[in-house]
């Protein structure tokens, strides 16, 4: 049995090879036509991927190598080629579970996040509807998330995902100032800069999470003017590159100042009369609901290539994108520890989707010698993805990341309240 082709457009012609420079280089022949994405539109959904859920620049081009080897356009094309029917099942499986999952640790996100700066408004009580998650989970997800989900087209997205990229570098800006006039308050904890303790593996697991684009890169890839091999490396180079950065920043900056307080969502590390931190914790959130819809539009993408021969109808498409975000929303609205989704999914769909899927198909599908330099990264990468999948999974079911939901840190306290106040500057 044959899972259905897809019909949304034609496939790339196959690879062919130009001689550059003395050395071979793999491009894939344009398309009649392309998508309405030029490069820095393209660029921005990429590092908003990035940030809001991704990383591993090989990995990445190595995927639409991959694509152009065997003639293919989307993912799970690429591995039904590799490797029949069942990896396709297993593949889509994985592209659906990495972004739903996401999905739901984004709402939980903004219920979070945003709950806290509602607080601080004046008049805003604690029984205000503003205080509670669920309500405010529920109206994002009715005045934003889903409207922005029921585009057809992800070049739609560039603009908001540039509006999110300027938000991150405001977010990181103020994580930055943090660092420096609250880590002094924050009482140190014991071996706090100890490298690589026993849970080091679900930690790989949960940056696994963070650093991954590859299930939406065919998306990306295909939006392009001008598919090819060059200006997609161009474009994961100079992506990858700005979104390493500002997550280096981000957990050098998070850590210095919280150690062992750190949470797995950072502003819930922030004393709630903070101002500054209420500021970052707005964008912080508006960030989060302009990230969704990516996380949506692959969701779709895979229930529409598994089930409907890839082509949705308007109804279709309008049924099924409301079905995908009704089930996040259900379940985050249900559940609120971040820590333990991050975690999961990180081990069990980010790390095969980063590590092993991309270098399995493409050491099925190279035709160099086993030493060749990309044959011999990609065993190093594929050997890493399954150790770290196997041992990390087996981790997080014996010694489950703690759930602070909510919870007011020690250094928030009144009894430190006046020191927190005369050191830290007004916002």
Not at 398 to 404: A, D, G, I, V
Request: aromatic share 10%; net charge negative; proline share 5%.
């Amino acid at each position: 049995m044959e899972p259905p082709a897809r019909q949304e457009r034609p496939l790339p012609s196959p690879a062919h090879q130009i001689e550059t420079d003395d050395r071979t280089a793999l491009v894939c022949k344009p398309r009649t036509k392309g998508g309405n994405s030029d490069l820095p539109s393209a660029g921005f959904n990429v590092i908003n991927s990035i940030i809001g859920s991704g990383i591993i620049d090989y990995s990445i081009i190595l995927l639409i190598k991959g694509g152009n080897l065997s003639g293919t356009n989307s993912y799970q094309e690429l591995v039904n080629k590799s490797y029949g029917f069942i990896g396709y099942l297993i593949l889509s499986t994985l592209q659906f579970l990495y972004p739903f999952i996401a999905m739901i640790s984004y709402n939980i996100i903004t219920g979070d996040t945003l709950t806290k700066v509602f607080q601080t408004i004046p008049g805003v009580g604690p029984d205000n509807l503003l205080t509670y998650r669920q309500v405010i989970i529920l109206c994002t997800t009715i005045i934003f998330t889903l409207p922005m989900s029921l585009y057809r087209d992800i070049a739609k997205l560039a603009k908001v995902s540039f509006i999110s990229l300027i938000l991150t570098a405001v977010i990181l800006v103020i994580v930055m100032i943090r660092a420096a006039t609250l880590s002094p308050l924050v009482p140190k904890t014991e071996n706090a800069w100890i490298f690589a303790k026993s849970n080091a593996i679900q930690a790989i697991g949960v940056m696994s999470f963070a650093f991954i684009c590859h299930h939406n890169s065919f998306l990306i890839y295909g939006s392009l003017e001008e598919p090819t091999l060059s200006n997609w490396s161009r474009i994961t180079h100079v992506s990858v590159s700005l979104a390493l950065f500002i997550s280096v920043v981000f957990a050098v900056c998070g850590y210095v100042t919280f150690t062992g307080y750190t949470e797995g969502d950072i502003f819930e590390n922030y004393c709630r009369d903070d101002d500054l931190a209420t500021f970052g914790r707005f964008c912080y959130g508006v960030t989060i609901i302009l990230t969704f819809p990516i996380e949506c539009f692959v969701t779709r993408e895979v229930i529409s290539n598994v089930f409907f021969s890839g082509t949705l109808t308007t109804i279709l498409h309008v049924a099924v994108t409301v079905i995908v975000v009704a089930l996040a929303t259900i379940i985050s609205l249900v559940y609120d520890c971040l820590g333990i989704v991050l975690e999961l999914n990180g081990i069990l769909s980010a790390t095969p989707l980063v590590f092993i899927i991309p270098t399995a198909c493409y050491l099925k599908l190279s035709e160099e010698r086993w030493n060749h330099s990309d044959n011999l990264i990609s065993s190093l990468i594929l050997t890493v993805g399954v150790l770290v999948m196997t041992v990390g999974f087996v981790m997080t079911i014996l010694h489950p990341q703690q759930c602070s939901h909510g919870k007011e840190m020690v250094y928030c306290f009144p009894n430190n309240a006046s020191l927190y106040n005369s050191t830290l500057p007004p916002f």
